[in-house]
């Protein structure tokens, strides 16, 4: 495939995952931090968000399978999630947080457990995505292309 056809590839999956809504402008403030000195910044800054959110769904999991669950816990948790996952613009994961942290306000273990299964989803979603478009990246730079920027008003 030539470099153009896959540029044009990689901004099509981009344009896709913010009218999913999957992420949002923040994942595009995040690139703008990108340049040659650090080429690989983003894929860096995912990744950590990725090791962090892994440890963050198993510690909910563990609390929520507590006899007495202690929604502060819960909550803390999921506040860090919520943060985090706001950080690099993974939005639905975010707003799903945002709903897990009513349930906790309200001590509702049903209503919790529901949202674990939720965000655990969106997060999934959005890591296989995410993976897809670094994919999507590395055969654009390994052909001699470059990254196109994303704008906001695509």
Not at 16 to 30: P, R, T, V, Y
Not at 67 to 76: A, G, Q
């Amino acid at each position: 495939m030539e470099v153009g056809q896959m540029q044009k590839r990689l901004m099509d999956y981009t344009k896709s995952l913010f009218m999913e809504g999957l992420l949002d402008g923040q994942f595009l403030q995040l690139q703008q931090l990108q340049d040659e000195s650090n080429p690989n910044f983003v894929v860096e800054v995912v990744s950590l968000f990725f090791n962090d959110s892994e440890k963050l769904l198993n510690d909910l999991s563990m609390a929520l399978d507590q006899p007495n669950v202690d929604f502060k816990k819960v909550d803390s948790i999921v506040h860090q999630l919520k943060g985090s996952s706001s950080s690099i613009g993974a939005q639905r994961v975010k707003n799903a947080c945002i709903y897990f942290r009513n349930f906790c306000e309200e001590q509702n273990i049903e209503g919790c457990l529901r949202c674990l299964h939720q965000v655990k989803q969106e997060y999934y979603l959005v890591k296989n995505k995410l993976e897809t478009l670094f994919s999507l990246e590395q055969q654009v730079v390994g052909a001699g292309g470059s990254i196109p920027m994303m704008e906001m008003g695509f």
